[in-house]
């Protein structure tokens, strides 16, 4: 779930280490042709029933949930009810084990908005963790950066300690994220922050690793971390603290 280009599909892409597009299928298992499911995604038209999956690990499915924090009563209904229905299926294939919550930094002034407080107080997940990611953190460098040759310090210098001044903005927004989302009635259950997603070689290690922290099932927790296939220091350390 998230804004549009809050990098969704981009950080899909690496936790399942691939560039292409999901192949998307309808509740049923068919396989949707592509061009009508672009014609309805330039209508602006989504459909969380649809199952997102990526040829290099068919081991994930997704659900995209889009349109509800643009203000539209029906599509945030139609959201919740499928995240109520399918959190408690019984048949492990057919529920929804967790759900990621994305929100970009590059809208870092307006971090939680009505639709992340509509959706943390009257949208009871129930059994399914919801983790918030900060995705496109790369964006804080810029206003880092100004924020250093604001203070009077030289261009190197200012170079020299951007990634720092970044860290601490981030350490910033996500403390005000926290406060406000604490405040609701159903707050998520961690935070991860992502950067530098578009980057083939960038990893969601932390992203895994959070997840299966909050599963509450241990049996799940196992079979997430057994599916993320290029997370091997993860396999093993999640065997050794078994």
């Known amino acids: 779930m998230g804004r549009a280009n809050a990098g969704k599909t981009t950080v899909l892409q690496r936790v399942c280490n691939s560039t292409e597009r999901p192949e998307v299928f309808d509740g049923k298992g068919n396989k949707i042709d592509g061009d009508v499911l672009q014609g309805t995604l330039n209508r602006g038209i989504h459909n969380i029933e649809q ?86 953190v790369e964006v804080l460098n810029l206003p880092a950066f100004e924020g250093l040759l604001g203070q009077g310090l030289a261009l190197d210098e200012a170079k020299e300690r951007v990634a720092e001044k970044q ?54 927790q196992g079979l997430l971390v057994s599916t993320e296939q290029s997370g091997i220091a993860l396999c093993v350390q999640y065997a050794v603290h078994r």
């Open 51 to 136: 199952e997102l999956v990526f040829r290099s690990n068919p081991g994930f499915v997704f659900h995209d949930s889009c349109g509800f924090e643009a203000g539209s009563t029906r599509q945030f209904d139609e959201m919740r009810k499928f995240v109520v229905e399918h959190g408690t299926m019984g048949r492990v294939n057919e529920r929804i084990h967790a759900i990621w919550f994305c929100i970009p930094m590059t809208d870092y002034h307006r971090t939680v908005t009505v639709a992340e407080q509509k959706f943390f107080n009257e949208c009871n997940t129930g059994h399914v963790p919801v983790i918030v990611l900060l995705t496109k």
């Open 167 to 220: 860290g601490e903005l981030l350490e910033k927004w996500l403390a005000h994220i926290k406060h406000e989302l604490g405040k609701c009635k159903f707050p998520p259950k961690g935070y991860v922050s992502l950067q530098k997603m578009h980057q083939e070689s960038a990893e969601c290690s932390a992203l895994i690793q959070c997840t299966a922290d909050v599963l509450n099932e241990e049996g799940l």
